[in-house]
């Protein structure tokens, strides 16, 4: 269930895009995912609209979210 070539080179120009217009997101990954998010990680989303509205939203990592995070990170490296 990989990405075809086309969707893969997309993807990485896109990746490279958003690392250029912020440029700590790649090392912030890294620390996170080096220092290991395990099952039981809670984690939260905060967004802002530039009117000022507010959302905020968090989960709870399981096991088939490690699953996944884990298929992501194959996919991509």
Same mark, same amino acid.
């Given at each position: ?14 990746? &490279?895009?958003?690392? !250029? ?5 790649? &090392?912030?990954?890294?620390? #996170? /995912?080096? @220092? ?6 809670? #984690? =939260? #989303?905060?967004?802002? /609209?530039? =009117? ?7 989960? &709870?990592? /399981? !096991?088939? @979210?490690? =699953?996944?995070?884990?298929? #992501? &990170?194959?996919?991509?490296?």
């Amino acid at each position: 269930m990989g990405m075809n070539p086309a969707q893969l080179f997309q993807f990485m120009n896109a990746w &490279k895009k958003f690392t !250029s217009n912020h440029p700590k997101s790649p &090392k912030f990954l890294r620390a #996170i /995912t080096n @220092d290991g998010i395990t099952e039981g990680t809670i #984690i =939260e #989303i905060n967004v802002t /609209t530039p =009117e000022g509205k507010n959302y905020c939203s968090n989960l &709870k990592i /399981t !096991s088939s @979210d490690l =699953e996944l995070l884990q298929q #992501i &990170k194959k996919s991509v490296s």
